[in-house]
């Protein structure tokens, strides 16, 4: 079946520290790929994604790469800040069927100042 | 503002009990998804909609029910059928017309059996 593993932390970081966090998948088909942020005791929103391979994915400083030869998504910013402090979930979309999201067990990340 | 609605966002249940928790979306969209959050193992899904008077088992839904008899609305109910209902519960809504990555979420029910 369809799987995301990632790295599951907790990690800690001091500001303006480079951040890289690993995600690998299996999946049945070509998977869409995403990255979900989720700030203490909120839900989850949607970081970044890429429906495609080669295509990358960005925002808030954070990049990730669609690789479908590594079979991964990397998650990458080159300076944290205190307020990046979350959980962050690597999660795959299959077009078929019911298009349900398949989570990794995510990542805590704390920023220091 | 559209969005997802969840409540409570507290709910704390007598061990034997049923509760309900509620999700309500104005998006207009088609799918419906709840999600059980524990420590350590992410999200995982008990429940999804795609259409009204419709809906499909995830991979942990014994010990849930679901009803879906409106487009908006999909409640949740833990039954005392579930061993270890203590989690944070996520309800999700999608448009199936649009993008693949047009999934919300809202804000989660934290759900403590006392």
């Known amino acids: 079946g369809d799987s995301v593993t990632q790295m599951e932390g907790p990690v800690t970081l001091s500001e303006e520290a480079f951040l890289t966090i690993n995600c690998t998948y299996t999946a049945t088909g070509y998977p869409s790929l995403f990255w979900y942020v989720q700030y203490p005791g909120e839900g989850l929103q949607l970081l970044l994604k890429?429906?495609?391979?080669?295509d990358k994915g960005s925002n808030k400083g954070f990049e990730a790469t669609y690789r479908k030869e590594t079979t991964s998504f990397h998650l990458e910013k080159g300076s944290v800040q205190v307020s990046d402090s979350a959980v962050y979930f690597c999660?795959?979309?299959?077009?078929?069927?019911?298009?349900?999201?398949?989570f990794g067990k995510g990542m805590k990340l704390t920023v220091n100042p | 503002d559209g969005g997802i609605t969840q409540s409570p966002k507290y709910l704390f249940r007598k061990e034997g009990q049923n509760v309900t928790l509620s999700c309500e979306q104005n998006?207009?969209?088609?799918?419906m998804y709840w999600y059980r959050q524990d420590p350590g193992q992410g999200l995982r899904l008990i429940y999804y909609s795609q259409i009204v008077n419709d809906f499909q088992k995830g991979d942990i839904a014994e010990g849930y029910s679901v009803s879906r008899e409106k487009k908006e609305s999909f409640p949740l109910t833990v039954t005392s059928a579930q061993k270890n209902p203590t989690a944070f519960y996520l309800c999700?809504?999608?448009?199936?017309?649009?993008?693949?990555?047009?999934?919300?979420f809202g804000s989660g029910t934290r759900l403590t059996v006392v």
């Open positions: 999660a795959l979309s299959v077009r078929a069927g019911s298009e349900k999201l398949v």
């Open positions: 998006l207009n969209h088609d799918a």
């Open positions: 890429a429906t495609k391979a080669d």
């Open positions: 999700a809504s999608r448009d199936l017309g649009g993008s693949n990555y047009g999934y919300t």
